[in-house]
């Protein structure tokens, strides 16, 4: 009887053992995260600055159901121009974040930002490396027009005013 007794709580100290070392759940993409799937394809783009105008594209791809990473290609005055850039939701800071980083810039810009109430506007904020190699404010706003086609437009703070620094439309390829 003792040896039964003995053996039952084994058991169950075992089974507890199992038990805690099961891994936590997976985090579950949340309603924000449809924004980010919204991106995803190859878009054909029209940059506007210093009354330049100029072909790019810039395509999306998921990494997973969190962050959506993008990569932009363009031709600026004869000089090619690469940029990467990732925007997932932070469900801790409750804001969008975003990274950017290109071929032309020794500094990482972070942005963090929200949503409007209709779902159509995403106004992001942080720092940057302006021209002149200095850090600056910066405020992207992506505007969607429809499922396949939405502005951007980058502002950059100059003389404490937020002032365009270029804007680029953009057309979902078909």
Known sequence: MCCRIVA???LVL?????VAAQPPEMPKPST???????????WDCTMK??????KCSHSYEMLG???VMGKFEGDFGGMKFYGRDTCGWDPNKKKYVMTWVDSM????????GTMDASGKTLTTEGMSTNMEGK???????VTWKND??????????KAGKMEVNFEISYKRRK
């Open 8 to 10: 039952s709580c084994l």
């Open 135 to 141: 850090p600056c404010k910066v405020k992207e706003i």
């Open 105 to 112: 810039s020794p500094t990482l810009t972070m942005l963090e």
């Open 148 to 157: 396949d086609e939405m502005a951007f437009t980058m502002y950059e703070e």
């Open 14 to 18: 075992a089974m507890a053992g199992v």
């Open 65 to 67: 159901e969190f962050w």
């Open 49 to 54: 600055m210093m009354g330049m105008e100029m």
């Open 32 to 42: 924000e995260h449809a924004y980010l799937k919204k991106l995803v394809g190859n």
